[in-house]
């Protein structure tokens, strides 16, 4: 499995910005599809933004418009960046890998707390 370390969490302002970054521990980066996920207190984790290895995205309907997506396959990360943030954005936030098929299962994070509020 590959190792992910998420960074960049922290407490915000309604309305400020944070950029999330998840580095990974493969060779292959290039060939993964990674997604952020987000988990609030009480709640089921959800989906909320995807980049494949085309670097085509998708986000959950909540987040669409605030935040993007990126990858730096050079650096074997990838980034989420938050604007215009809400207190309903708080939440704990994980970085995936899904490998190629036959590359194994997926990975995840430990995560990053966000903390909206004022």
């Known amino acids: 499995q590959v190792q992910l370390v998420e960074s960049g969490g922290g407490l915000v302002q309604p309305g400020g910005s944070l950029r999330l970054s998840c580095v990974a521990s493969t060779t292959i980066f290039a060939l993964y599809t990674m997604d952020w996920y987000r988990q609030a207190p009480g709640k089921q984790r959800e989906l909320v933004a995807t980049i494949t290895a085309g670097y085509r995205t998708n986000y959950a309907d909540s987040v669409k418009g605030r935040f993007t997506i990126s990858r730096d396959n050079p650096k074997n990360t990838v980034y989420l960046q938050m604007d215009s943030l809400k207190p309903e954005d708080t939440a704990v936030y994980y970085c995936?890998?899904?490998?190629?098929?036959?590359?194994?299962?997926?990975?995840w994070g430990k995560g990053t707390p966000v903390t909206v509020s004022l």
């Open positions: 995936s890998a899904t490998p190629p098929p036959d590359y194994g299962i997926p990975s």
